[in-house]
């Protein structure tokens, strides 16, 4: 093993220790208020009388055995109660990020190294996922015994030590709150940061300690690779690890899925965006312009496509101007697309630029309507490059007839790219939305909210707040759903014996033998 790889395993065995003495711990905590052990074990059942004696099973094609319904004493629901010290230690790293000095400054260090986004926006995403991913999780029972029914008892865990890859996109706010489910969960975590975003990620961790001083937590339950970071560190982590988070490029999920260790990736967003001829289009306008110019376009989350039936193409076009969007002709369509794609692949110079950044690299500085925030590019067809993601404050206009066209349109960009992730509508027919659920490759559809803003939760929606959205197998991703805290845990199952409920054949088949015969 190489000195860098030594380096490695090293982090990741000193968090292994911290995690085991941080689990150790809570354990004693929780035991102390927990019941010892629930009374429907056999031993339990044979000292009240009701011990079942094992059934022979009947042969096939006989009845199976009646047993007499044995009257079973009240399950006893296990004494709920999250340790104090997994809450404390996901406090510790929220409030390292959630203090305004640090967050500020954090933000700014964010934007200066990595080159993406703008520093207010930073602010306010910093800001409010954690504080609403502290908000599900207030209350929550995330370790040990968790539910009682007949026969099962369920168990939750930690999984170890969980190695997450952070993207350059959002190096603070994705890893603040994964080391927050992850600490809830009574999981130690080691991040391996983007060449871009490391610089943040440490001082983030800085941060962090210096909360764990304050609490009496062990530093080493949050850590992260040396700086400049490798992905010949990266990928040392990944197998040596519990459990891996990987958000970012494709390349980066791709490494977490193939490392061997058990993994949860997410996938490529390319959000379409479907205005039918009944929506609300001032309001439409409004929050497709706030989500798309959020952070200037760095979530996956942003709207990327436009499909607008053509009865409210003119009137909706309008409500766009009026809130910064300016249409585009032919020629600039073509200019922007040789300049934000070579041979497909996306190019920096527009990338999650600031608008003035974006007008005068594209030559247009002295030509665009005054309040420009964002550029609106018209297609015939859902084609790429242009159908593609753009992570770039422009996106695709796309004119169809009616709404059966509009979910081929929407459809046809998904399965282009960002199968899995999610699809935003804006309609009064709410239907419709159903309709959209059963059609399309996407987990998530958006009605009538900003979509950036909504699909990683919100205060206006019930999804959990998270900067990582699982796509399904649509986007080969192990999780249909927004990662959350639910993700981090193993889950125990304590089984005993039941009264026995095995069905006769003709209990199961007997609608069946009447249709079509034995």
């Not at 703008?118 to 599900?136: F, I, P």
């Not at 919100?458 to 197998?473: A, I, K, Q, T, V």
């Not at 990662?483 to 088949?509: D, M, T, Y």
């Amino acid at each position: 093993m190489n000195a860098a790889a030594e380096n490695v395993a090293a982090i990741v065995e000193r968090a292994r220790r911290a995690q085991r003495d941080f689990e150790r711990q809570a354990r004693k905590e929780h035991c102390a208020v927990a019941p010892r052990d629930f009374p429907q074990t056999q031993p339990a059942l044979a000292q009240h009388g009701l011990a079942q004696p094992m059934l022979d099973q009947p042969a096939l094609g006989q009845p199976a055995l009646e047993q007499p319904a044995l009257e079973q004493p009240a399950l006893e629901q296990p004494a709920l109660s999250q340790p104090a010290l997994f809450d404390r230690a996901a406090q510790a790293v929220a409030w390292a990020l959630l203090h305004p000095e640090r967050n500020r400054a954090l933000s700014e260090l964010a934007v200066a190294t990595t080159g993406l986004g703008n520093v207010g926006d930073k602010v306010a995403k910093n800001h409010r996922k954690t504080l609403g991913l502290m908000h599900d999780l207030r209350g929550v029972v995330a370790y040990g015994s968790v539910s009682e029914q007949e026969g099962i008892t369920e168990v939750l865990r930690p999984k170890g030590v969980v190695a997450a890859i952070v993207p350059s996109t959002n190096p603070v706010a994705t890893p603040a709150n994964n080391a927050i489910n992850a600490l809830k969960t009574g999981n130690a975590i080691v991040f391996a940061p983007s060449p871009k975003g490391a610089r943040a990620l440490e001082r983030l961790v800085h941060h962090i300690h210096a909360e764990f001083d304050k609490a009496g937590l062990a530093r080493d339950l949050v850590s992260m690779l040396s700086v400049p970071p490798s992905k010949e560190q990266t990928a040392v982590l990944l197998r040596l690890a519990d459990f891996v988070v990987a958000t970012g490029s494709r390349n980066n999920v791709r490494a977490a899925t193939i490392c061997g260790t058990q993994a949860v990736g997410v996938g490529v967003g390319n959000v379409p965006v479907v205005v039918d001829e009944t929506a609300d289009l001032e309001q439409a306008a409004r929050f497709i312009a706030r989500s798309k110019t959020f952070d200037n376009a760095t979530s996956c989350s942003a709207e990327n496509a436009l499909v607008v039936v053509s009865s409210v193409r003119a009137a909706f076009l309008d409500a766009l101007a009026r809130e910064g969007g300016w249409l585009l002709d032919e020629k600039q369509v073509q200019h922007l697309t040789a300049t934000h794609w070579r041979e497909g692949k996306v190019q920096p110079a527009l990338l999650a630029q600031d608008i003035g950044v974006v007008l005068e690299r594209l030559g247009w500085a002295g030509l665009a309507p005054q309040g420009t925030r964002f550029l609106i590019a018209p297609s015939e067809k859902a084609e790429p490059p242009l159908s593609g993601e753009k992570m770039a404050l422009f996106l695709t206009l796309y004119t169809v007839a009616d709404f059966d066209a509009a979910e081929e349109t929407a459809r046809s960009i998904l399965e282009y790219q960002g199968a899995g992730h999610s699809v935003g509508l804006h309609t009064a027919e709410q239907a419709r939305a159903r309709r959209l659920a059963f059609a399309l490759p996407a987990c998530r559809v958006i009605v009538n909210q900003p979509h950036a803003v909504a699909t990683g939760g919100d205060f206006h929606n019930r999804l959990p707040f998270s900067l990582s959205m699982g796509c399904g197998s649509w986007g080969s991703n192990a999780i249909d759903e927004n990662l959350h805290w639910r993700h981090f845990v193993n889950r125990v199952k304590i089984v005993r014996s039941v009264a026995n409920r095995e069905p006769s054949l003709e209990s199961i088949f007997a609608d069946y033998w009447s249709q079509v015969g034995k």
